[in-house]
């Protein structure tokens, strides 16, 4: 399991993570997601930390605290699957005159 940390300054790397986390166990793993375009972090990151204690632990103590000048969003982090609402951009093709057969037979 994971945790997920939002509201990150744009400014920040895996290391600046690493050391905040580490005060409350062991850090496992550090993503800090870019965008592919500009190549800046995204805002958000997901640590793994050594135990679930050390996760709560953290999670406690940082969900709601302020660094570099935000106020960190912490919680434990969803699995991919479960995060609903982004699939509604791709998913519903063919709204468009190409669904459901009637644009098919026009000439």
Do not use: C
Not at 13 to 24: K, N, P, R, V, W
Not at 60 to 80: F, H, I, Q, S, T
Request: charge should be negative; avoid cysteine; aromatic fraction near 10%.
């Amino acid at each position: 399991m994971s945790i997920y940390v939002g509201n990150l300054s744009y400014d920040v790397t895996q290391e600046d993570l690493s050391g905040i986390f580490a005060e409350y166990g062991t850090v496992k793993r550090v993503q800090v997601p870019t965008d592919r375009e500009t190549g800046r972090p995204r805002g958000f990151a997901f640590v793994e930390m050594g135990t679930e204690a050390e996760e709560a632990a953290a999670i406690e103590a940082l969900d709601g605290a302020e660094w570099m000048g935000r106020d960190l969003k912490v919680n434990k982090a969803k699995p991919k699957e479960d995060r609903g609402d982004r699939g509604s951009f791709g998913g519903n093709r063919g709204g468009y005159g190409g669904g459901g057969g009637g644009g098919r037979n026009r000439y």
